[in-house]
């Protein structure tokens, strides 16, 4: 294989205990690497993106993922778990915060699909506090920025959203107003 179309990817094993660096240009060779590195000889495996469990099954989907993605290496009847329901069942005494930084740490395009409530989280956050956490002090403003940003069009959409159902509803009522009055005439007129 040629070193030029070799790319970084972390593997990981379902219970997100093992993460090891590779690099590899084919789907195939990520699988032989991930059966070396995670110390199972298994042909049953399947290689997941762990951000979200998608299975990559297709060397053309694999060409697509960007530098640096984690995979997660599932082996025979071993199933995927999102990283927060994963982290729960681990220790119940995790802060849903040092959750939120952690995952966002892994993969920070979280961040867009957050809801309101975890961006609310993240915007009130004072990353002097946390610092013991995570040392990247950088890392933390810009986050909180960034939910800033993020809650800030969350309810802006939001708001347009609502006056535009309140826009419907009154041009509905407005019309079936008009169309009772128009009925109404056109009684009256009837002999």
Same mark, same amino acid.
């Given at each position: 294989?040629?070193?030029?179309? %070799? ?17 590899? !240009? !084919? ?20 290689? +997941? ?21 984690? +995979? ?12 927060? %329901? ?15 930084? !952690? ?13 309101? %409530? ?64 128009? %009925? ?8």
């Amino acid at each position: 294989m040629e070193e030029e179309s %070799q790319r970084p990817y972390k593997i990981i094993d379902y219970k997100r205990e093992r993460k090891v660096g590779v690099v590899a !240009s !084919s789907l195939e060779e990520i699988k032989r690497k991930a059966q070396d590195k995670l110390s199972n000889t298994s042909d049953n495996i399947k290689i +997941l993106l762990e951000s979200d469990g998608t299975e990559i099954d297709e060397e053309d989907y694999f060409c697509t993922l960007e530098n640096n993605t984690t +995979l997660m290496v599932l082996f025979d009847n071993e199933k995927w778990t999102p990283v927060k %329901q994963f982290v729960d069942a681990v220790d119940g005494s995790h802060h849903p915060l040092t959750q939120l930084l !952690s995952l966002l740490q892994e993969d920070i395009g979280q961040l867009s699909l957050l809801g309101g %409530q975890e961006l609310e989280l993240l915007s009130d956050m004072d990353p002097d506090n946390l610092l013991d956490i995570i040392p990247d002090k950088m890392f933390l403003n810009q986050v909180k920025e960034a939910s800033c940003r993020f809650l800030s069009d969350k309810r802006n959409a939001q708001e347009a959203l609502d006056l535009l159902k309140l826009y419907h509803k009154s041009y509905i009522n407005n019309t079936n107003s008009n169309n009772d009055a128009s %009925q109404t005439k056109k009684t009256r007129l009837s002999p």
